[in-house]
Nanobody, 117 residues
Framework: QVQLAESGGGLVQAGGSLRLSCVAP???????????LGWYRQVPGKQRELVAY???????DYSDFAKGRFACSRDDAKNTVYLQMNSLKPEDTGVYYC????????WGQGTQVTVSS
């Protein structure tokens, strides 16, 4: 299974924006067409949770807390899927991960997002 790499996290004030990147070592299009892809996060004191996912058919859906604020996009030429996060809140603080939607897909290191109030 392919190992994806997250980046783009940082420190931002509440109401600000960040764009996270998820890069595949080869073809992100292959990952998406074979398995689909999910964005997850682990916020302090909580279990890791799903943020958004892209199915093999290209359908995108978001968890309730992300709807209207977060958006996924892709750039096949760069083998990258993005998570654009707007109107960030302090409760969005956590480590964000991307992972192929396959049972045995590995987790990456994640990227830290910190939203200050």
């Amino acid at each position: 299974q392919v190992q994806l790499a997250e980046s783009g996290g940082g420190l931002v004030q509440a109401g600000g924006s960040l764009r996270l990147s998820c890069v595949a070592p080869r073809s992100i299009a292959s990952v998406l067409s074979m398995d689909g892809l999910g964005w997850y996060r682990q916020v302090p004191g909580k279990q890791r949770e799903l943020v958004a996912y892209i199915t093999t058919a290209g359908y995108i859906d978001y968890s309730d807390f992300a709807k209207g604020r977060f958006a996924c996009s892709r750039d096949d030429a760069k083998n990258t899927v993005y998570l654009q996060m707007n109107s960030l809140k302090p409760e969005d603080t956590g480590v964000y991960y991307c992972r192929a939607l396959a049972h045995s897909a590995p987790w990456g290191q994640g990227t830290q997002v910190t939203v200050s109030s």
